[in-house]
């Protein structure tokens, strides 16, 4: 078969765009591989055997021209449009990103915060109340369990993909993409919820009114989710805290004012933050598309369905992953659960809500992270010879050390702020006016080692998303969900129920293990994976 030098110089063209000036033969190859070259047509269309026979010639014929007419086409663009960091002043970038990025991430918790602040100082928030007896609690925290892990997978793929669109100043597809999975997500909880009370009828496990409260909290903390997660993608998270602060004032004024039921006026409430949230969204949308001049095309569903599947499943569930632990316990002693399926266990929660600070705290690590991550992995690759492309990997796993080694930081500061709240009469006690129970202080321990090392899996998880491997991930979670299960079960039955949060321990362990060791892996190659990704 007879070489074809036209084809040849405009696939070379492509690669050029896409990669510049390669650092090696295989980010050639992952170039073309993501262009859609097929090993199979490169004979027919190219004259040669194999993919890597085509991309070694690519290559060679690329590193033969003027490295001034190989910019791909960001580095085209003018040097105003493109400004960069200089090489030499990496530790003052790092310490700039590190001041913005881990407030930002704790800032963005603040909704968070808000509810923790509400509970302590007047017993209630948007979901909670500190008046509801054991089944009211098992009811409302069941649906909010629901509504989270219903509407993980939504809102994973909502943010990555309207988040393309956004970066890609595609406007219009990000508000259609945002307005589909919505709607998907609507339609996919109704499903689920439809077929737990058809169950529930047949087998009349718990009262009709029970599982319809776990509905309604499950659907309307489900949407909320679901109506708010664009805002990370078009970069208005400031507007989630106005919304839960709005609605949290609307829900104490409706308690402290009104005769309405405990139920009633958390779900108006929430109603608000929904309505609110697609209020501002509609108007930005509104004038934003205004001003978009480019083609108002729809993206293609299944091209959406097919590049995120493993971020759906991923979405969901990292949060089963979370919750396991909690049905395990709630569900071991016999005695207290012989009429139900499981009942809400007051001092196990109070222990894991404890010890879930510890993640919270680690969530802005994460956040600096990613952003420093990026930002130097664009830097190291414009800045990095050939020669010396082992070095590209090597450089970034350093900082990625330093990353891990900022969490064990954190998690020394956070542990000692929990001591001080536990043991001082200023922290717990004066906070929730009773003592705390010691089982929940074991639960805690063990709980905040668990969120420790899941943020750690977790931050992993961002890393290998940055660089589109999502599938090791998914594995790694699905193997940890079913250690953790299965240790959380053995255990609480065999020992005692609050030990089901073992299980939640060595499932962070693995989750960790196993994600930590596709990263050593990955550093080893980056500047393929990192092309293959981009």
């Known amino acids: 078969m007879p070489v074809n030098r036209k084809n040849i110089k405009a696939v070379e063209m492509q690669v050029i765009d896409k990669v510049g000036n390669p650092v090696s033969v295989m980010v050639v190859k992952a170039a073309l591989e993501s262009m859609g070259v097929r090993e199979k047509d490169v004979i027919v269309d190219y004259g040669y055997n194999t993919l890597m026979e085509l991309a070694e010639l690519v290559y060679q014929d690329i590193k033969q021209r003027d490295v001034k007419e190989v910019l791909n086409i960001n580095e085209r663009k003018p040097k105003n449009l493109n400004k960069s960091i200089p090489i030499s002043d990496y530790l003052w970038v790092k310490a700039k990103l590190f001041a913005k990025f881990y407030p930002l ?58 988040s393309f669109y956004w970066n890609h100043k595609e406007y219009y597809k990000t508000k259609i993409v945002t307005k589909r999975l919505v709607i998907s997500g609507i339609k996919g909880m109704t499903a689920v919820f439809a077929f737990l009370l058809i169950i529930n009828y047949v087998l009349g496990t718990y009262p009709t009114t029970f599982v319809l409260v776990t509905i309604c909290y499950g659907f309307l903390i489900g949407l909320l989710l679901l109506v708010m997660a664009p805002y990370h993608a078009i970069r208005q998270r400031w507007v989630i805290s106005v919304v839960i602060v709005v609605s949290s004032l609307f829900a104490l004024m409706l308690h402290f004012n009104t005769s309405f039921h405990i139920y009633i006026t958390q779900w108006l409430s929430i109603l608000l933050a929904i309505s609110l949230s697609q209020l501002y969204l509609y108007v930005f949308f509104k004038l934003k598309i205004t001003k978009d001049t480019s083609e108002n095309l729809k993206p293609r569903q299944l091209m959406v369905i097919y590049k995120n599947y493993p971020y759906f499943f991923y979405g969901i569930l990292i949060y089963v992953f979370i919750f396991i632990d909690r049905f395990l316990a709630w569900s071991a002693d016999i005695e207290l659960t012989y009429r139900y399926l499981f009942l809400y266990e007051k001092s196990y929660e109070i222990g894991m809500d404890l010890a879930i600070v510890v993640f919270f705290i680690l969530v802005g690590v994460m956040e600096y992270a990613i952003a420093s991550f990026t930002k130097f992995m664009d830097l190291k690759q414009r800045s990095i010879m050939v020669v010396d492309k082992h070095n590209f990997g090597k450089s970034l796993y350093e900082n990625y050390k330093k990353h891990v080694l900022i969490l064990f930081v954190m998690l020394l500061l956070v542990s000692m702020f929990l001591y001080c709240f536990i043991t001082n009469s200023w922290g717990y006690q004066t906070s929730f006016g009773e003592q705390i129970d010691v ?16 943020s750690w ?21 699905i193997v940890s969900s079913i250690i953790n299960f299965t240790i959380g079960f053995f255990i609480s039955r065999w020992v005692s129920y609050e030990y089901s949060v073992v299980g939640m321990l060595i499932g962070s362990v693995v989750f960790m293990v196993y994600t930590t060791n596709h990263i050593k892996a990955y550093f080893k190659q980056l500047d393929f994976y990192y092309y293959a990704a981009y």
């Open 457 to 477: 899996a977790m931050l992993n998880a961002l890393y290998l998303f940055t660089l589109n491997r999502p599938n090791e991930v998914l594995k790694a979670l």
């Open 439 to 454: 089982l929940s202080i074991r639960v805690c321990v063990i709980g905040g080692l668990g969120y420790f090392f899941l």
């Open 105 to 162: 991430g704790i800032f963005h918790l603040m909704p968070v915060f808000i509810q923790i602040a509400s509970i302590i100082v007047y017993g209630y928030s948007l979901w909670t109340y500190m008046g509801f007896n054991i089944i009211q609690s098992t009811s409302v925290v069941f649906g909010v369990i629901l509504g989270i892990v219903l509407s993980g997978g939504y809102v994973q793929v909502l943010g990555r993909q309207a």
